[in-house]
Every structure is written in C-alpha cells, then in structure tokens.
C-alpha cells in the first residue's frame, strides 16, 4: 500500500472519493502535503446508510467472532507501525518516537478493549420469575475525534463500539485525516461491508453528523466549546452522547518529592505531544519549600529540549498541529506578556516556516490569569507555588474542568489522601497520562459527560434491557 497518496474514504468495505477534496498540511513547514475527500451530504448519507445495513448482521455475528476480529485489526495496526508512524508525524507534527508510541499504543488499545466482557445481571430468580439485565447495541454510532492523538482517540471508540455490535461512521479532523484512512484501507478486508466507515470532510460535516437522525449515539472528543454544541444537535433526535472534552490538569508537587529523580517526569508531564493534550499537565502547583529547586531543575532540563521538525532524528518537540491552535496559544502567551508575567523561559515563536512555539514557562503568575485558568494546550506552562494542602485542593478545584490531574511526593498516603480530594474523573500518583482499555477515563464538570474504557465505557455504547420471564406452566 501506498501510504503517500491516493487517501481515499472507507464506505461499505469500499474505497470512495468525493467530488470534491480539501488539503492537509504539513506542520512543520506548512507545506501542503496531501488532498483528502471533503464529503458531501449525500457521501455521509452514503455511509450511514452503509452502516444502517450492516448493523443487524454486525448485532447478530457472536460477540466471540466480533472479539477476533477486532484483534486482527490492533495486528494489522501492529504490522504497519513503520508506516503509519512517519504518515502521522507529517500530519500531526508530533516527533518519529511519539508517533509511533500512539501506532503502538492504537493497535494494543483495540487488542485490549476485545477482552471486555459484557454482563449480564440476574435480578431474581425465584419459583414465580426468571429476570435478567443484558445489555443490547445501540445500532449506528457517529463518532467524530481530534487531531492531537488521531488514531489512539479513534480507537477508544472503535474497539468497544464494534465489540458491543454496533455499526459505526468515523470522521478524524480535517487537520489530521490521513492516517485514519489509511488505517481504514488497512482493516477493510477484515470486518463486513459496513461495519466500520470513514468520512473525511471540512468543518461542516461534524454538525452535519450531529444532526443527522440516522445515529443512535455521537461519541466525541474534542474541546468542551464543541461538545456543549455536539450535545444541543443531538437533543432533537434524543442521540444518546458520550462527550471527552477539555481539561486544566493540575499536578501538585509536595515537598517531600525527590526533585532530581522526579524533575524530568514531571517536565514531560505538561510538554509531551507539545502539550497537545487533554490530560497534559497544564497548571504545575508546587511547594514552597521546594519551588525554587525544581523551577531550576525544570527550566536547565527544558533547556536541553530539542524542538523541531518530528521527522528529523532527536526532535523531542515538534510543532503544534495547525494554524488557529498556533495562534490561541500565542495569544495566551501575549496575554502574559502584556500582564507583566515573568517568563523563565521561552515565550517567543521564531520567525520560521511551521507552527512552532519554544518550550514556555512562567513562575507563579496569578491564580486568576488566563494562562492559569485556560486550557492552553500548547508547550505553555505556569509553575505556581503553594504552601497549604488545603489550599492547594481549592485552587486545583477551582475550575470548570475536571478531566485528570495529579499528586507527587514521597509519603504516599498522604499523596494518596489529596488525589481523592480532586474532582476530576481520573487522579494519578507519581505518574501521569497512564490510561487502559480496561479502565474508565472520562470527565467530571464541563471536560465531559460519560466514559471511555472499561466495562463502565463498553456499556455506553449499549442499550440496557431488562427481561422479566414469569415461570408459569404453558
Ligand atoms: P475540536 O472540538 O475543535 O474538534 C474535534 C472534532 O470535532 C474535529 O473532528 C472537528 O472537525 C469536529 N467538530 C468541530 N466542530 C464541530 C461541530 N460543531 N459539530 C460536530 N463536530 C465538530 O477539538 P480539537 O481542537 O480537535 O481538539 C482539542 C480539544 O480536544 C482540547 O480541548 C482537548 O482537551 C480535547 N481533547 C479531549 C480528550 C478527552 O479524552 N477528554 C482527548 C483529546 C482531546
């Protein structure tokens, strides 16, 4: 397969092209490399109707078979890792080792969610009644993903969506379509016609899909600003929706934390993916008795960061992903400058081609500052100090966001004890971003409505039913 050209939809087992075609550009050097198909409103009627004529076959094939076939597509993934990894760094940006921990990690995410069980529950079984809850598909899922992790976040919705037995139409961003269809062309051979479609197109087809009656569900991921107008499309036709949304993760570091062995950890917690991610770190909270050691620490070893274009050996950090994700974080950061803020570090894009902004940090801004109280997703970070626990609690809560967050420090009791003081859907301890097929991530607050992950995710893409047999002679 050609993985350069000839990016083509997936619908019904089937390549399709559109009459028309939008371009994908390289971030790095802006550079245009590739056209993907800009669907109509007939090629997604197309699809669904694709979708709509698998899913009763799809629904009655055994979940077993359902389960196998799944796990052949996280091989064919894992056999073209080489591929699919140089494919996305040139649409995403993200450096070479990156790219391909997401191939890796998108092809274990499917092999692992094929292991899910889905349960039955027996509410009574007495000499009157037999009754059980099962749970049944919901029938076409329209599920729409960003372009920061394109083909993980695909994932989190193909594995358990399919294994549930729905049918499903996938849209990637417009910014990162091509190696979701190339993955498409890669799988088509191993599901039925229609199982799984892909459609590509401009800023018109997401709310298109929202508002399309022919879905039962819309599982999104994407900014909280989306998923409040994702959830008001799907109102009328009552779409059942699973929104991932935005975060403003919190880390607190306490004072006991081993500064040398953690600084690094710590560093990579805001700034992997160029911090293009929902559960990055994106206010770093840390004790007073400690702030100056590990600002130090974090800006001599942000220092040492290559950032550049992520097909050239030792690029760390490549450049953000598009053009108006370039600007609002430049923006955040003018922000700063004209509060007066004091950078440590970074702060000003340099005048070449690509979305690049330095590694960018702050010490202490105000608690009440954009860049402390807006998602910045970009290599921006606020380093704040704190001094009491409670406190520190308050201000990491202090958000309309509650997607992850995080507690560092030696005595892991007491770590332990913060964490579950954070309202956030997920909470690590001495590590951050660890996510599994086999356990639920979602949002509290306004980063989100429903799970992904774990039986608790796989149930969201089912309709509960409850049988109720009365054990009467016939
Ligand atoms: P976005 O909301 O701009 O776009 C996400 C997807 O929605 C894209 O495919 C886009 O084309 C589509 N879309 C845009 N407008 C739409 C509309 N009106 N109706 C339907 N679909 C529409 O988000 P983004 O900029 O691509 O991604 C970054 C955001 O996603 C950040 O806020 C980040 O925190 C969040 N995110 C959340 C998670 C999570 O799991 N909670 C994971 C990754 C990213």
């Not at 039925?192 to 800023?203: A, K, Q, R, S, Y």
């Not at 998602?375 to 406190?391: H, M, N, R, T, Y």
Request: hydrophobic letters at 40%.
């Amino acid at each position: 397969m050609n993985f350069d050209s000839d990016y083509a939809m997936l619908i019904n087992g089937q390549r399709a092209t559109a009459a028309a075609s939008f371009d994908v550009v390289n971030p790095a050097n802006e550079q245009v490399i590739a056209s993907a198909p800009d669907a109509s409103p007939e090629d997604l009627d197309t699809a669904i109707a694709a979708a709509r004529a698998a899913f009763p076959g799809w629904a009655a094939t055994p979940i077993d078979e359902r389960r196998k076939l799944i796990d052949q597509m996280g091989d064919v993934i894992l056999a073209n890792i080489d591929s699919l990894k140089r494919l996305l760094t040139k649409e995403q940006g993200k450096p070479h080792h990156e790219a391909e921990g997401e191939i890796i990690g998108a092809g274990y995410w499917l092999k692992g969610a094929a292991q899910l069980q889905l349960p039955v529950t027996v509410n009574e079984d007495s000499a009157e009644r037999y009754s059980y809850t099962r749970h049944v598909p919901l029938g076409v899922v329209g599920a729409i993903a960003p372009w920061n992790f394109p083909m993980i976040l695909a994932m989190f919705k193909i594995g358990p969506a399919l294994l549930a037995g729905n049918t499903m139409v996938l849209k990637p961003s417009p910014f990162t379509p091509l190696t979701t269809l190339k993955m498409g062309e890669l799988v088509a051979g191993i599901l039925p016609p229609g199982v799984l479609n892909i459609v590509t197109g401009g800023d018109s087809l997401g709310p298109w899909m929202t508002a399309h009656p022919g879905f039962d569900k819309i599982s999104f991921t994407g900014s909280t600003a989306t998923g409040r107008r994702v959830m008001q499309s799907a109102a009328p036709t009552l779409k059942r929706v699973t929104l991932e949304l935005g975060g403003n993760d919190a880390a607190i570091v306490m004072p006991d934390v081993d500064v040398e062995a953690m600084a690094q950890q710590l560093f990579w917690a805001a700034f992997t993916n160029n911090g293009q991610i929902c559960i990055a770190t994106k206010r770093m909270y840390i004790h007073e008795d400690i702030y100056d050691e590990l600002r130090d620490a974090l800006v001599a070893y942000g220092k040492t960061v290559k950032v550049g274009d992520g097909s050239e050996q030792g690029t760390q950090i490549g450049p953000l992903n598009n053009k108006p994700q370039y600007e609002r974080v430049l923006g955040l950061i003018q922000d700063a400058k004209d509060k007066g803020y004091n950078f440590l570090m970074g702060g000003d894009a340099a005048d070449v081609p690509g979305y690049f902004i330095p590694v960018t940090m702050l010490d202490n801004p105000p608690e009440d500052s954009r860049i402390v109280q807006e998602e910045q997703f970009g290599p921006v970070l606020p380093l704040i100090k704190f001094s009491d626990a409670d406190q520190v609690v308050a201000r990491a809560n202090a958000t309309k966001y509650g997607l992850g967050g995080s507690v560092w420090g030696k005595d892991e009791d007491k770590a332990l004890e913060i964490a579950e003081r954070i309202a956030s859907g997920t909470v690590w301890v001495n590590e951050t971003q660890h996510l599994s097929p086999m356990a639920a991530f979602g949002g509290m607050k306004q980063s989100g409505l429903g799970v992904e992950g774990g039986v608790e995710g796989l149930l969201e893409y089912t309709n509960t039913q409850t049988i109720v047999r009365k054990k009467v002679a016939a």
